[in-house]
């Protein structure tokens, strides 16, 4: 073989290992770029999984401070607002706290609210509950649409609901001892947030 024979021989070997190398390379890049991949979408979750946890860290902290502020009854905690305002903007204020207007499920709960409002806001007080007819009249419901179970009616002396489609929201009232009345939702009463603890 001739100089230039071997020259071109040596320069084909070259070439072919040069781009054996290369190929080799892309697929060790690959390799490399799906393992970096999925090491990045898994921090990805992890820093997620992190965030939850410190949001809902957060929100019982924040609920704990609440809860000392006001009081705890089995699974939540109640928290007086005397400032009073239309039915409309207590339901929004409560909201905006983390909370809702409160709805008694029982006469337990009913009767801590009362108690809890004559020692914080005053004994003739009327606060707003988390209850209306606002869609169908007559058809009283909680904060999720669902119909009430618990009722506490004024029932003796002024027949409660009396108010037709005038009066569509629910106020419980000291001075009648924790029993509800239907009121104008415009009207202007201190009111009691609920929060529930997990």
């Known amino acids: ?27 060790n890049n690959v390799k490399k770029e799906s393992a970096n991949s999925a090491a990045i979408e898994d921090l990805r979750r992890k ?24 009081i705890k009854v089995p699974g939540k905690c109640f928290l007086a607002d005397a400032v009073k305002k239309n039915f409309h903007a207590a339901s929004e204020d409560c909201m905006a706290k983390g909370g809702t207007l409160s709805t008694p499920l029982s006469g337990e709960e009913n009767d801590q609210i009362y108690a809890y409002v004559r020692q914080t806001i005053g004994l003739e007080e009327h606060i707003w509950l988390g209850i209306n ?5 007559g058809d009283w419901v909680d904060k999720t649409g669902s119909s009430i179970r618990f ?22 009232s000291c001075t009648a001892n924790g029993r509800w009345f239907d009121e104008n939702c415009r009207a202007e009463k201190a009111s009691v947030c609920e929060f529930n603890i997990v």
């Open 151 to 172: 009722k506490n009616w004024e029932t003796e002396v002024t027949h409660q609901p009396d108010g037709g489609n005038r009066q569509n929201c629910v106020i419980l």
């Open 133 to 137: 007819d606002m869609v169908t009249e």
């Open 1 to 27: 073989m001739d100089y230039r024979g071997v020259r071109l021989l040596l320069f084909i070997v070259c070439l072919a290992h040069y781009s054996f190398e290369q190929n080799s390379k892309k697929k």
């Open 47 to 70: 820093i997620d999984e992190i965030v939850q946890e410190l949001s809902l860290l957060k929100e019982k902290q924040a609920l704990q401070t609440v809860c000392l502020k006001g």
